[in-house]
């Protein structure tokens, strides 16, 4: 299931979005299907420090632990929100990310490479 | 057309504490109390518009206020009822085709509300099973970057939950009305990093309703009548930065609050530097401190020194959120958002008690914000 995420771009005014929507979300013309690059930085993020309401969460088998989430900035110029999988004490707005697509929402992880 | 031609005449507030009373009995109580402070009858209502988000319909408010006839129409629109009731009210006594309207908002919500499922924002499910769909990461991950931007401390953040206490203490109709210091308000539970549980407010109760009248009945009237000069409702743009996102364009987010106060003071013709008191959402504390910004009041950043310096406190040069604010009100949505035009209404006719600001404040603004994407505002003067 991991892979490039599945995004769209209009053609005109190049306005990338995720996931991939059949109208460009500023001019409403036609957007096409473009894989989105898998490394970005940073742009915000937090931690999620209490279990969300079950449902619709799913607590994990192994119990709720604390979690990161923020948006990552692709060089296709769309932030895409993601579950990051870093230590929330090492977690630095502008580091680099490598992001997939793994079944559920995108995850994040630094990549160790400078974008 | 000239901007003094609706008069705010009668304003009434229920307490925003947790009771036993249901949303339409507080709905009621706060009708009641706007048109006792008018000196009107119910009777004299030619158009009614209201509404709450999770509490019931306005319009069967007619049963215990009287069967006038009078067109009563339901507003429903989240975070923005408050506002768009207020502006629908607005419309009708500038077309003339009333004299006296009343707008009202009222809410209860129980403890924990606000669980929005993915199908409703149209999202996969993946967002709430991956715990994604959570309203407080959205503010957190706003004032964020924000902090990362314009240098604003944690500290500041405390210091606006520390204010909305202390000026709830001053409130009779205040939920919170306990003050807490900016060390216990940082030392609470973490909710969502930077924002602690004591920097949030929390679902809760209230109402809020007000009677509006043309130059001629205001006159009747006598009485300390307060100018609306603008009320506006302004939908987000391409560009802002929204709740529950999948994802978001690049740059600066564009902010609805932004153009919202914008035309309203070009409505009233006059602007940030005019303002003596004022309202701003303050959902969390990071809302307070971006809004005074997004709505012109200060240049971004320049939030670290007012705050420090007691700028935005009672007796500061631009006092904000002088009843505390949704922090120490809580949120019923459908009230919200008429509660800060209360708060104005009674400071500029200085009737705010307590938490009265010196030297007879003459005008006053109002800014409420919401999923998803709305704002509504107002300027009101003496």
Same mark, same amino acid.
């Given at each position: ?12 005014? $190049? #306005?990338?979005?995720?996931?991939? !929507? *059949? ?8 957007? %096409?299907? +473009? ?22 969460? $799913? #607590?994990?088998?192994?119990?709720? !632990? *604390? ?8 060089? %296709?110029? +769309? ?22 697509? $793994? ?13 | ?382």
């Amino acid at each position: 299931m991991e892979g490039a995420l599945s995004g769209s771009r209009c053609a005109d005014c $190049a #306005v990338a979005a995720y996931p991939a !929507e *059949p109208v460009c979300p500023r001019c409403g013309g036609p957007a %096409e299907p +473009v894989a989105l690059s898998a490394t970005g930085t940073l742009w915000t993020w937090t931690v999620q420090r209490y279990a969300p309401k079950s449902p619709p969460y $799913a #607590v994990p088998g192994t119990g709720f !632990e *604390p979690f990161a989430v923020g948006y990552v900035e692709l060089p %296709e110029g +769309v932030r895409v929100l993601a579950a990051l999988d870093i230590p929330p004490e090492r977690i630095t707005i502008g580091m680099p990310l490598r992001v997939t697509a $793994a079944g559920g929402v995108p995850r994040a992880a630094a990549s160790g490479v400078t974008v | 057309m000239t901007a003094d031609e609706v008069l705010v005449c009668g304003a009434g507030i229920t307490s925003f504490a947790r009771t036993e009373a249901t949303g339409r009995q507080l709905a009621e109580q706060a009708v009641r109390a706007a048109l006792a402070d008018a000196g009107l009858p119910w009777s004299r209502v030619r158009a009614a518009y209201g509404g709450s988000d999770a509490a019931g319909n306005a319009d069967t408010l007619v049963a215990e206020l009287g069967l006038t006839g009078v067109p009563f129409v339901n507003v429903r629109n989240g975070c923005a009822t408050g506002g768009s009731a207020l502006v629908s009210a607005v419309n009708a006594i500038r077309s003339g085709a009333a004299d006296v309207a009343l707008a009202v908002g009222f809410d209860k919500h129980p403890r924990g509300a606000f669980d929005p499922r993915p199908a409703d924002w149209g999202l996969d499910e993946a967002y709430g099973r991956d715990g994604l769909m959570v309203t407080t990461q959205f503010f957190a991950m706003k004032i964020q970057r924000y902090m990362h931007d314009h240098g604003i401390s944690a500290r500041t953040l405390a210091l606006v939950a520390q204010k909305a206490y202390a000026n709830g203490s001053l409130t009779p109709h205040a939920w919170r009305r306990g003050p807490l210091d900016a060390a216990e308000i940082l030392a609470s539970d973490m909710v969502n990093d930077p924002l602690t549980r004591y920097m949030f407010c929390s679902p809760g109760q209230g109402a809020v309703a007000l009677i509006l009248c043309n130059r001629t009945v205001a006159r009747d009237l006598g009485g300390s009548p307060i100018a609306l000069r603008a009320a506006v409702v302004r939908t987000r743009r391409f560009g802002s930065f929204e709740v529950f996102s999948p994802w978001a364009p690049p740059g600066t987010p564009a902010s609805v609050s932004t153009d919202a106060a914008q035309l309203a003071f070009e409505q009233a013709g006059l602007g940030p530097g005019d303002i003596d008191v004022c309202q701003l959402q303050d959902t969390e504390s990071g809302a307070e401190v971006m809004h005074l910004a997004e709505c012109g009041f200060c240049e971004h950043g320049e939030q670290e020194r007012l705050l420090a310096s007691g700028s935005t406190a009672i007796g500061g040069a631009l006092p904000v959120n002088t009843d505390g604010g949704c922090i120490a009100n809580g949120e019923p949505i459908g009230a919200s958002g008429l509660r800060q035009v209360h708060e104005i209404v009674q400071q500029l006719r200085g009737r705010a008690g307590e938490r009265q600001v010196p030297g007879g404040p003459a005008a006053g603004f109002t800014q409420v914000y919401g999923a998803p994407g709305v704002s509504a505002c107002t300027v009101l003067t003496r």
